[in-house]
């Protein structure tokens, strides 16, 4: 299956705007809808609606009407007759799902939870506390949100695997309850290794609602599923518009777009190690993998071991695809130019894969996730290492970070001072108070104070 990925060669004029051109496609902004999603638009709201457009009437709909508009838009974009009783994955039929799976994906499943749950609890903020020479102390303290909702693709296929990476950093960090939704769909909430993977993890409140319309519910709350404080997970670009649109009355993750991967490679990396490397993201199609290398004898081969190895897989046609309209193999003058694309491209995943790949990590500095050499896929970190998946994209790594369990924890501070503790800072804040006209300030300062000796 010959695969037509471009060519990318930094000493040539245009390579970097023709890299930041084909990143920009995959952006937030980059509008990328289907030719049916576009169609399924007009027919929905008699108009075509940009992206932005539709998920502003969607998630005011559902702020306006509740739960009619959540069902009246999952039987408009998603063909499925879901009522009010029927909104809810019933606990029997988790139970069964649970009963019916594969003893061997039950035990996959509690295994990785262990890996990821190990890992998390790890890192987790812990509460600190100085006590101050002069009287007091000052504590900062972390507590958990109360209830997070989990958004679960599932359009081309299930992920069971987006349920552990999202839910068990949040139990790591202690959340009371957790919400499932998932499209009504084969792959989504009908799906029952989805469901199997929800009750083994001890989530009893699973719903059928994907999209714009999940997103509106889970922030505003409808009837029968109450608002929750954060929205976390993966989706397509409504759902991360819809994200977009309702933080500010919860929080969020990230606005994450398509799966992405930086490959930075030289003459010691196995050939098919690296093609493979760049198939994988790109069978999420959309998909954006990008290969970084100074040798152009091994730019040469990878394009032959991806048509190659694209033949033998079951998704080789949407991979081929993502790879021809978002893939580049770029030759680089050296490693130093390797590294500083990687830092302007600041992907969500990275892999250097060289002879002195470590060495190469102290000089990167925006990447959402970092696999440092030939036997560290990103597959390992999609499904098993221990970090979550849910990433920054979209060069937002830049600033942003990936999931964990420290993203479900909100911190606060207590200050204690004793009189004595007062008096030491008493000066200092009366002189502020005073410069920015804050007399009240200083003055809840000053009546603390003992008496002042003329």
């Known amino acids: 299956m010959p695969v037509d990925i471009r060519r990318i060669d930094t000493r040539e004029p245009g390579a970097a705007a023709e890299l930041v051109n084909l990143r920009s496609k995959l952006s937030i902004d980059g509008d990328v809808v289907s030719d049916a999603g576009r169609k399924k638009t007009l027919e929905v709201f008699g108009k ?19 739960l009619s508009a959540v069902l009246d838009y999952t039987q408009k974009l998603d063909g499925k007759e879901i009522t009010a009783e029927t909104l809810r994955v019933s606990p029997e039929e988790l139970a069964a799902a649970h009963a019916a799976a594969d003893p061997k994906f039950l035990d996959t499943i509690h295994s990785i939870r262990q890996g990821i749950l190990s890992f998390q609890l790890s890192i987790l903020h812990r509460d600190m506390r100085i006590d101050l020479e002069e009287g007091g102390y000052l504590r900062q303290r972390y507590l958990p949100l109360k209830r997070v909702g989990i958004c679960v693709p599932g359009g081309a296929a299930a992920y069971p695997s987006t349920v552990l990476m999202t839910a068990v ?79 500010g009355t919860v929080d969020i993750d990230s606005i994450a777009g398509p799966s992405e991967v930086v490959v930075i490679a030289d003459d010691t990396t196995p050939t098919d190690f690296v093609a493979l490397d760049l198939i994988a993201q790109a069978e999420h199609a959309p998909g954006s993998s990008i290969l970084l290398t100074w040798s152009e004898a091994l730019l040469d081969r990878v394009q032959e071991a991806i048509s190659h190895q694209l033949s033998k897989l079951e998704r080789c046609e949407v991979a081929r695809q993502s790879l021809e309209e978002f893939g580049a193999l770029v030759l680089v003058r050296d490693r130093e130019e390797a590294v500083e694309l990687a830092n302007q491209l600041a992907t969500e995943h990275l892999h250097i894969t060289c002879d002195d790949a470590e060495e190469m990590v102290g000089s990167i500095r925006y990447a959402g996730a970092i696999f440092v050499g030939q036997y560290s896929p990103v597959a390992l970190g999609d499904y098993a290492a221990g970090p979550s998946h849910v990433l920054p994209t979209g060069a937002t790594a830049r600033f942003a970070s990936g999931l964990s369990s420290n993203s479900f924890l909100r911190s606060g501070s207590v200050i204690y001072f004793d009189q004595a503790g007062l008096e030491s800072l008493a000066e200092d804040v009366l002189f502020m108070a005073n410069k920015e006209g804050l007399t009240a300030h200083g003055a809840g300062v000053a009546i603390r104070r003992p008496p002042q000796l003329d």
Do not use: W
Request: hydrophobic share 40%; aromatic share 6%.
């Open 169 to 247: 950093p949040a139990q790591a960090a202690g959340v009371e309850e957790l919400v499932v939704v998932a499209p009504p769909t084969p792959f989504g909430s009908y799906n029952d290794d989805l469901l199997a993977t929800c009750h083994e993890l001890g989530i009893t409140e699973v719903y059928r609602v994907g999209g714009a319309q999940a997103v509106a519910a889970m922030a505003y709350g409808v009837e029968g599923l109450p608002a929750v404080d954060k929205i976390v997970g993966p989706g397509n670009l409504f759902v991360a518009l819809a994200k977009k649109h309702v933080y």
């Open 48 to 66: 075509p609606l940009t992206p932005n457009q539709t998920v502003e009437r969607i998630c005011s709909d559902v702020r306006e009407n509740g």
